[in-house]
């Protein structure tokens, strides 16, 4: 799997120290050493066969006692390098995750997100913001789809702004670029227009995959359809968009996948909640936790008194 080789080495360590006894007493820099060490690396992480390791020599810390130990993981073209500590008679590794926690995580995530000129629903100045990775074919992005609007959105929509994003799967999705070009057309004209367009689609996924799937030569026939009307009921430059639906100028869904790509996004939805990641399309209920908790951290009021009780819950993540 592509994301074996990044997370088998973080798997039982999130916070805590991991101390490995290593046995009896040798000099730290010694091949008996780097042997076992590597034994011991593959025993508790469970390391693939494929995956070869290198333990390099150690190097002064800034911890007394131990010394840094490089080790490197290579499996194909894919490398990584993670420091351990190794105590100074080499009978004790250790490994755990040295955090700054002068910074915020989750601000810095948002800094990396670019939402000039994206759709808004809500509240455009608010304290909290949803940005959601959206797949137009994608059937869990309907379900967060009509979980945020309107339910969420008429509970939540004076505190909160929603800003979609693109990340089309183009191996499993064919007509999601296009109709994600498309909405991208209404958006440059008319922000409602967007929403109109996403709210239709999002509910008639089925019947646009069976008339993309008769259609000849693989048109997009359909879904322009649907975009010239979105264009006719808000009364846009109707030139403009059929130029600009005829072109299907794709960089800037590419650049939002590749921005999707950098923050750690695999599937859809994915959506960031003042920075902080969450994947698949949550129940409402969990919906309404993970917002009044961004609320309360952003010193707003949490709970709606007018709010609906909790709904059904939606279906698990996509992929």
């Not at 250790?94 to 629903?121: C, E, L």
């Not at 920075?275 to 993970?290: V, Y």
């Amino acid at each position: 799997m592509k994301r074996q080789l990044s997370v088998f080495i973080f798997r039982r360590s999130i916070l805590a120290l991991v101390l490995l006894c290593l046995g009896c007493s040798a000099q730290s820099n010694s091949p008996d050493v780097a042997r076992r060490v590597e034994r011991q690396i593959r025993s508790y992480y469970s390391v693939p066969p494929t995956v070869k390791v290198t333990v390099g020599s150690p190097k002064p810390s800034e911890f007394p006692g131990y010394d840094t130990l490089p080790v490197t993981f290579t499996q194909g073209d894919q490398v990584q390098n993670h420091d351990f500590l190794i105590s100074k008679d080499g009978k004790t590794l250790v490994r755990f995750n040295k955090m700054d926690i002068s910074a915020d995580p989750f601000a810095a995530t948002m800094k990396k997100i670019d939402v000039a000129g994206r759709p808004i629903r809500g509240n455009k100045d608010a304290k909290v913001t949803i940005v959601n990775y959206d797949d137009f074919e994608c059937p869990y992005c309907s379900k967060l789809h009509q979980t945020l609007f309107p339910e969420l959105l008429k509970e939540y929509g004076d505190r909160v702004r929603i800003i979609y994003k693109d990340y089309p799967l183009v191996e499993i999705h064919p007509w999601a670029v296009h109709a994600a070009v498309d909405a991208n057309c209404l958006v440059a004209q008319n922000n409602d227009a967007y929403w109109d367009f996403a709210d239709y689609v999002h509910a008639h996924q089925h019947e646009i995959s069976a008339q993309q799937k008769d259609a000849k030569g693989g048109g997009f026939a359909e879904l322009d359809k649907i975009t010239l009307n979105q264009g006719q009921a808000h009364n846009l430059d109707l030139t403009k968009l059929q130029s600009c639906v005829k072109a299907q100028d794709n960089s800037a869904v590419k650049a939002s996948m590749k921005e999707a790509g950098d923050l750690g996004v695999q599937a859809t939805p994915t959506f960031f909640v003042n920075g902080e990641k969450f994947d698949g399309a949550l129940p409402p209920e969990d919906m309404r936790a993970l917002l009044d908790r961004a609320l309360t951290d952003a010193g707003v009021q949490a709970k709606n008194p007018a709010a609906a009780p909790p709904a059904k819950p939606a279906a698990g993540p996509g992929q």
